[in-house]
């Protein structure tokens, strides 16, 4: 019966659409070209810090590689954060969903098998680029940059310890590299959190347009309120890399956090178990 389906599906789909029912391999030219966006916008998203601290360095007043490290990962990555992680993976759905893709996998597997697979991979992919992003500006500060001589330090004009300069880097007072390592987990939970949620939430817009654009807008218009209401403590982006912010109490973007959890575990469920398919997918 299965193989069935499979050949009927087959026949009335095109095989260059849906390669896997083709038979064809994982690393086909179909799937390379699939994929392709997403490697793209996670090298760019990997390579950020580095580029950004690289050409601002120079013209700006850094005291030290740890310095270096959070005016890196500052400003550029906090600012594309979850537009970064809507180009991340809402692509690969798009693909899917604007050429009924998903009728033959959901037929062989079903919703939640479907669901589950583009919530998993689009979170590993997120968790990845995102920490990558993070090691890599760390990698760069502390040892690349000194080693060349990329930028000029200027010691005397640190006017905090590293463990006084941002939230999180309390963590530094028993050395630089816990704190370093807690920046790279931390930064790619919160990449591995948008770009599930935002998979997910493409799976339920029909216009590609809103599927890219509607969750990034909806962050940013939650953060512009919290900053009008001054809780910038609060703010998304200020959670995932507070490096703008005076050193606050922890639990502040942990609290953003949560909320954040919540919201993709309801988005998640929602379009798991929902009596009726996500929208884009009937």
Same mark, same amino acid.
Request: proline letters at 7%; glycine letters at 6%.
């Given at each position: 019966?299965?193989?069935?389906?499979?050949?009927a599906?087959?026949?009335?789909?095109?095989? !260059?659409?849906f390669?896997?029912?083709?038979?064809?391999?994982?690393?086909?030219?179909?799937n390379?070209?699939?994929?392709? &966006?997403?490697?793209?916008?996670?090298?760019?998203?990997?390579?950020?810090?580095?580029?950004y601290?690289?050409?601002?360095? &120079?013209?700006n007043?850094?005291?030290? &590689?740890? @310095?270096?490290? =959070?005016?890196?990962?500052?400003?550029?990555? &906090?600012?594309?954060?979850?537009?970064?992680?809507?180009?991340?993976y809402?692509?690969?759905?798009?693909? /899917?969903?604007?050429a009924?893709?998903?009728?033959?996998?959901i037929?062989r597997?079903?919703?939640?098998?479907?669901v589950g697979?583009?919530?998993?991979?689009?979170?590993?992919?997120?968790?990845?680029? *995102?920490?990558?992003?993070?090691?890599?500006?760390?990698?760069?500060?502390?040892a690349?940059?000194p080693? *060349?001589d990329?930028? #000029?330090f200027?010691?005397?004009? !640190?006017?905090?310890?590293?463990? /006084?300069?941002?939230t999180?880097?309390?963590?530094?007072?028993?050395?630089?590299?816990?704190?370093?390592?807690?920046? =790279?987990?931390?930064?790619?939970?919160?990449?591995?959190?948008?770009?599930?949620?935002?998979? #997910?939430?493409?799976?339920?817009?029909?216009?590609?347009?809103?599927?890219?654009?509607?969750?990034p807008?909806v962050?940013?218009?939650?953060?512009?309120?919290?900053?009008?209401?001054?809780?910038?403590? *609060?703010?998304p @982006?200020?959670?995932?890399?507070p490096?703008?912010l /005076?050193?606050?109490?922890?639990?502040?973007?942990? =609290?953003?956090?949560?909320?954040?959890?919540?919201?993709?575990?309801?988005?998640?469920?929602?379009?798991?178990w929902?009596? !009726?398919?996500? !929208? #884009?997918?009937?």
């Open positions: 019966m299965e193989e069935q389906l499979k050949h599906i087959v026949s009335v789909f095109p095989q !260059r659409v390669p896997a029912l083709a038979g064809e391999k994982p690393l086909s030219a179909a390379v070209k699939r994929f392709a &966006p997403t490697a793209a916008v996670g090298i760019l998203i990997a390579f950020t810090p580095v580029l601290g690289s050409l601002a360095a &120079p013209s007043v850094i005291a030290d &590689p740890a @310095d270096l490290f =959070i005016f890196s990962i500052g400003n550029v990555l &906090p600012l594309l954060f979850v537009f970064y992680a809507a180009l991340l809402v692509p690969v759905v798009l693909q /899917e969903t604007q009924a893709g998903w009728m033959p996998i037929a597997r079903g919703r939640s098998s479907y697979t583009h919530v998993v991979r689009s979170a590993a992919i997120g968790a990845l680029a *995102f920490g990558s992003a993070i090691g890599l500006a760390a990698m760069w500060a502390f690349i940059a080693a *060349f990329q930028v #000029a200027m010691p005397e004009q !640190r006017v905090l310890p590293v463990a /006084e300069d941002m999180f880097s309390q963590l530094a007072h028993t050395g630089t590299w816990k704190f370093v390592v807690f920046m =790279i987990f931390w930064t790619a939970f919160h990449g591995l959190l948008y770009t599930a949620l935002f998979a #997910a939430l493409a799976m339920h817009l029909r216009n590609p347009f809103l599927a890219l654009l509607l969750g807008a962050v940013f218009l939650v953060g512009t309120a919290l900053a009008i209401a001054q809780l910038e403590m *609060f703010m @982006d200020n959670a995932v890399l490096t703008g /005076e050193q606050g109490p922890l639990h502040e973007p942990v =609290i953003t956090t949560c909320v954040v959890l919540l919201t993709v575990l309801g988005t998640v469920g929602f379009t798991l929902s009596p !009726r398919l996500p !929208r #884009a997918l009937r």
